[in-house]
Nanobody
Framework: QVQLVESGGGLVQPGGSLRLSCAAA????????MGWFRQAPGKEREAVSC????????YYRDSVKGRFTISRDNAKNTVYLQMNSLKPEDTAVYYC???????????????????WGQGTQVTVSS
């Protein structure tokens, strides 16, 4: 049974940093593409960043480029999202996603055929 468990969310002041982690379990057919999505109140879910199964390719939405960094440690079955220079508009529930069927780019573009974590709240406020 596939399971994704996020951690690392919280309350941070503007300009601060957080690191999200997502531990994956149950993938027995190889390493999945993985990514982070977010959903703010009253808004649609949007892709934040995705990473290929070997970590060789990464994708970011324009608004987080240069501030966020996605990485993964396949030995630990974990993907990370380092978030720096946080802004109030980054406030949202952040969800981890994983897909064995799609590439990281397709997963970021569509979110289809993905497993999802339960989400972790990130609040950026003074």
């Amino acid at each position: 049974q596939v399971q994704l468990v996020e951690s690392g969310g919280g309350l941070v002041q503007p300009g601060g940093s957080l690191r999200l982690s997502c531990a994956a379990a149950g993938f027995t057919l190889g390493y999945p593409a993985m990514g982070w999505f977010r959903q703010a109140p009253g808004k649609e879910r949007e892709a934040v960043s995705c990473i290929s199964n070997n970590g060789g390719s990464t994708y970011y939405r324009d608004s987080v480029k240069g501030r966020f960094t996605i990485s993964r440690d396949n030995a630990k079955n974990t993907v990370y999202l380092q978030m720096n220079s946080l802004k109030p508009e980054d406030t949202a529930v952040y969800y981890c996603a994983a897909s064995l069927l799609n590439t990281a780019q397709v997963m970021c573009d569509t979110g289809y055929d993905s497993y999802w974590g339960q989400g972790t709240q990130v609040t950026v406020s003074s």
